[in-house]
């Protein structure tokens, strides 16, 4: 792991590092913010569609609140990047959109392996380089983010203590956000779909909060209907919130950093 | 004016608008945030080099702060744009570097007019357009936007009833970030330079609050010194912060965003 950038924030580090990884065989970029009293706990924050690393580190103020808590924040970058990586000339496919899946189709394979690099690479190194407790992890995400949370979650039962999401995509294998990217991907989007991971799981296995604007511009294209059905269905402890007037912006995370790093706190704790 | 966009954030509206300006001859952009439960009380929020409106207001994280105190926040440009205005090749000089002044020379006369801007077109605009209180300002900004709080405040006695910035330039005559683009655009650097304008005017008129990382990479650009020495040789009320470990980045900014936004809800109460 190398260390490409460091700034004092809010009293801690909030830094910026590249590691190889063998998840998707390329150099990834990860920020990491560090607070002066760090509990151990870690928050993981998957970022949206067109995002880098360093999108919500710079716009969604978390390091504030995560600074009082106590909590490590990673902020992952959303696909694997370079010259010998594919892309696409869509934003929403390739480069910068890797909906957190371990690509199984044509020349996406060997590289976009999202899902293994969020849940076993880039843990690995974080774990290795910094002081930080395993059993106290949470995750969220913004947009394609959220569902990586709320996937990755479903996934790993067990492994994320708590789960939040900012306007998260929730029904992708009936959205343009999802099934094509996710048929591409793998080939079978309802396998990547968090709606349908609950229905087929029975239950959600940690702590949810979830906040969607309605104003979203993107409402559409988020299936949060499907997911709150599902999550009453399955009588899955959660906690819903459409918020009056909010948008899909940074403007929106940041309205609510605040209380996502409340919740995550309270069960990291 | 007219309004570029408008997003929900922190129960408020962050505004994007456009307007005319006399002063420079070009249409202007700024950034506006009204919060819910507006006090009248507005805080001018002027950037640094390179920045244009949106910088601060998409990583300063300023308006959580300024919802809660009720204060309108103003984020004006760093000068004016477009094909017909000159620039200059360097990042410290033109477009995106006006050092809100009034240019005399040369090239510059015609379109980079910042002081008046910020000083008269600006908010002529703004309390027009919004219920505000003309008679509770504060003024803010970072680097080159700290130079120009300070400034203005000093040139416009009276008018601000508290100032603060972010690692100001505070002595830019004697700066490579300042002598150079405040002789190009008037002929006279001192007569725009904060610790000399203090001197001058014997006290500086207003509450002032000033915030500098200690690991400021420009430390040697800001002039810091000159300024805590004059305004300890003038007696004038302030409070000087050399913050251990913080550079010039927004993350410093974000990190005393609270801590600023509260002394200006204080004395604009």
Same mark, same amino acid.
């Given at each position: 792991?190398?260390? %490409?950038?460091? &700034? ?15 998840? +998707? ?17 870690? #928050?993981?924050?998957? !970022?949206g569609l067109t ?14 609140? /995560? ?18 990586? @594919? ?9 910068? =959109? ?17 899902? !293994? ?5 880039? @843990?690995? +190194?974080?774990? /290795?380089?910094?002081? #930080? ?9 913004h947009s394609m983010g959220g ?6 979650? %479903? ?9 939040? =999401?900012f306007a998260p995509i929730?029904? @992708?294998?009936?959205?343009?956000w999802?099934?094509?990217? %996710? ?5 079978? @989007? ?21 906040d969607t604007g309605t104003s979203d511009q993107f409402f559409d294209k988020l299936?949060t209907?499907?997911?709150?059905? =599902? #999550? ?8 819903? &919130? %459409?918020q009056?007037g909010y948008d899909h912006s940074y403007f929106f995370v940041?309205s ?5 790093? =409340? ?7």
């Open positions: 792991m190398k260390t %490409l950038s460091e &700034n004092r924030c809010f009293g801690g580090v909030q830094g910026v590092y590249a590691h190889a990884s063998d998840a +998707t065989g390329t150099e990834m970029t990860f920020g990491l913010f560090r607070p002066e009293h760090a509990t151990g706990a870690v #928050l993981w924050y998957l !970022s995002c880098t690393h360093e999108n919500a580190m710079t716009k969604a103020g978390l390091q504030g609140w /995560a600074a009082e808590a106590g909590l490590t924040v990673v902020f992952p970058d959303t696909s694997p990047r370079g010259a010998g990586v @594919p892309d696409d000339s869509n934003y929403d496919m390739g480069q910068g =959109a890797g909906f957190y899946v371990d690509a199984s189709e044509g020349e996406w394979a060997q590289h976009f392996r999202m899902e !293994s690099y969020i849940a076993s690479d880039l @843990p690995d +190194t974080v774990f /290795a380089a910094f002081d #930080l407790d395993q059993k106290r992890q949470g995750i969220t995400g569902h990586g949370a709320l996937t990755l979650a %479903l996934k790993h039962p067990g492994r994320y203590r708590s789960v939040s =999401a929730c029904n @992708p294998s009936d959205s343009d999802g099934r094509p990217q %996710l048929t591409a991907y793998t080939g079978a @989007p309802a396998d990547h779909d968090a709606s349908i991971l609950l229905r087929r799981a029975g239950k959600f296995g940690a702590p949810l909060r979830i299936g209907a499907a997911l709150a059905e =599902a #999550l009453a269905a399955t009588g899955s402890p959660s906690e819903v &919130n %459409l009056d940041a609510f950093a605040e209380a996502h790093i =409340a919740f995550h706190a309270d069960h990291l704790a």
